[in-house]
Nanobody
């Protein structure tokens, strides 16, 4: 089992910044991928960004150039720095840990961007 605890999120005006952090604990194995997904009301959950244990990153097109994902393998943490936020970024953001077919989720943190 893997437990994920998120922090950060909140309310910000358009153009502002927020930082999300996630700490993983439990049975952490090398070769995992950690990332962030989001789900807006009435929409499906979507990948925002993820990062392999080797540091390879992947972003959805709409956040490229605005969001930066990073991780600390020694601390088993992943961070999402979100800049130039837009109202359409409003959603519940979920931390994700993936290793092979196994996937674990955090409890979610609300990000609200006002126009």
């Amino acid at each position: 089992q893997v437990q994920l605890v998120e922090s950060g999120g909140g309310l910000v005006q358009a153009g502002g910044s927020l930082r999300l952090s996630c700490a993983a604990s439990g049975n952490i194995f090398r070769g995992n991928v950690m990332g962030w997904y989001r789900q807006a009301p009435g929409k499906q959950r979507e990948l925002v960004a993820d990062i392999t244990s080797g540091g390879t990153t992947n972003y959805r097109d709409s956040v490229k150039g605005r969001f930066t994902i990073s991780r600390d393998n020694a601390k088993n943490t992943v961070t999402l720095q979100m800049n130039s936020l837009k109202p359409e970024d409003t959603a519940v953001y979920y931390c994700n840990y993936r290793l092979g077919a196994r996937m674990y989720w955090g409890q979610g943190t609300q990000v609200t961007v006002s126009s």
